[in-house]
Each structure stands twice: as structure tokens, then as C-alpha cells.
């Protein structure tokens, strides 16, 4: 069954310090890998996706993610961070059959020291 | 069209009460997902539609849950007999269904649901 793990459930880091929160996920074929911010009482934002191709993928805000087949692993990066990154992250994987259903993970909260 | 709209954004109910929410998608897109999430836990997929036809269900999805998408349009969710487990937030989302595009939701702030 498809599965997509955030070791990670909280990560502290220092403004302008830079940030990688890992994900990994279990899936037969070549996923479909997302990344999503939510900020507290709001849905969910977009930051980026890897569907095929150059396996280092480019989002919003600054971030960049990079999908490793051989580790099954998509972790999200951002070499400096800001205040206003402070927000739960989640990775997901689109399940199989083209539906669009998406499984995610159960998130990373950040938490940004001044 | 300003996205992905929720209503209410908030309800607070007592136990063993209906209660019904409501979905606006994105104009042109044919896809709307219902997810629920629970606190510190990532959304779980309930149901889908594409146009009007209600495509999958969850497990997660019990008898005391229906949701509609009537003209393919607009979306509800109902509750029946509330649980306390029920508390979570709803959140809703559309896409297109062309192949990958399937994939790029957009989500609305969700209805936060308290079952007291």
C-alpha cells in the first residue's frame, strides 16, 4: 500500500539558517510527490511537485525539494529561513489509478527561533 | 474566481446533532475532494467527485456521513448523529481531471468542526 513518512514530527531551527525536513514514501511506480505548507486554522498551500524529469523541483517561497528514487525520499529545502516560514508541512504521493487522491504524510511543524 | 470556497468556517454543534457544510469549487474544474483532519495529523482522503458522480469513498466515510455534488457544481457534506470523534477539520478541494493536472489541487480553508 501506498505510504508516505515524515520522520520528523517537529523541527526548531534559527532565522537565516538553512532547513531540510524530510519525507519518505512507499510506491510500486514513479510517483507523483508534493509538498504542502498550512499555516494554523488555514487549508492547505501548494509549494511545489515532481511528476517526471530533473528530479531537483523548484516551489514558492524559496523552496526546492529533490526526489531520490534509490532512498524513496522527496525532502524539502530551503537554505535560508524567515520568520514567516513557521507552519506545519506536509509531503504527500498521489495514489495510483489517476483518481487524484492524495496520501499524506502526517507533517512537520516548524518552529523558527528569532 | 477567487479559488476554493468553505462554509462555515467554524461550527460548533452538540453531540447527536446533523450538521451539513458546504463546498464551492473552482469554476472549471470537474474534480472536488473531501479530506478531514485531525489535530497533529495529516488529511485523510473521504470521498471524491468528478462532475456530479460521487467516484470513491473512504472506509473512513461511515454510514452517518453523505456528501453531494448535485450539478456538478457546488458540493455538501452531512453529518448525521454527530460524534465526538467527528471534531476535525474539513477541508475541500478541486482539480481538473486531465492526467497529472488531476493531482494539482487547489484547497479551500476547510470548516473546522466541534462536536461538544
Known amino acids: 500500500a501506498q505510504s508516505v513518512t515524515q520522520p520528523d514530527i517537529h523541527i526548531t531551527v534559527s532565522e537565516g539558517a538553512s532547513l531540510e525536513l524530510r519525507c519518505n514514501y512507499s510506491y510500486g511506480a514513479t510517483p507523483y510527490l508534493f509538498w504542502y505548507v498550512q499555516s494554523p486554522g488555514q487549508g492547505l498551500q501548494l509549494l511545489l511537485k515532481y511528476f517526471s524529469g530533473d528530479t531537483l523541483v523548484q516551489g514558492i517561497k524559496g523552496f526546492e525539494a529533490e526526489f531520490k528514487r534509490s532512498q524513496s525520499s522527496f525532502n524539502l529545502r530551503k537554505p535560508s529561513v524567515h520568520w514567516s516560514d513557521a507552519a506545519e508541512y506536509f509531503c504527500?504521493?498521489?495514489?495510483?489509478?489517476?483518481?487524484?487522491?492524495?496520501?499524506f504524510g502526517q507533517g512537520t511543524t516548524l518552529q523558527v527561533k528569532p | 474566481d477567487t479559488g476554493v470556497s468553505q462554509d462555515p468556517r467554524h461550527k460548533i454543534t452538540k453531540r447527536g446533532q446533523n450538521v451539513t457544510f458546504r463546498c464551492d469549487p473552482i469554476?472549471?474544474?470537474?474534480?472536488l475532494y473531501w479530506y478531514r483532519q485531525t489535530l497533529g495529523q495529516g488529511p485523510e482522503f473521504l470521498t471524491y467527485?468528478?462532475?456530479?458522480?460521487?467516484?470513491?469513498k473512504s472506509r473512513l466515510l461511515s454510514d452517518r456521513f453523505s456528501a453531494e455534488r448535485p450539478k456538478g457544481s457546488f458540493s455538501t457534506l452531512e453529518i448525521q448523529r454527530t460524534e465526538q470523534g467527528d471534531s476535525a477539520m474539513y477541508l475541500c478541494?478541486?482539480?481538473?481531471?486531465?492526467?497529472?493536472?488531476?493531482?494539482?489541487?487547489?484547497f479551500g480553508s476547510g470548516t473546522r468542526l466541534t462536536v461538544v
Open positions: 469554476s472549471e474544474h470537474n474534480r
Open positions: 467527485f468528478q462532475n456530479e458522480a460521487q467516484l470513491e
Open positions: 504527500a504521493v498521489g495514489a495510483s489509478g489517476n483518481t487524484g487522491k492524495l496520501i
Open positions: 478541494a478541486s482539480s481538473l481531471s486531465r492526467g497529472s493536472l488531476g493531482y494539482g489541487y487547489t
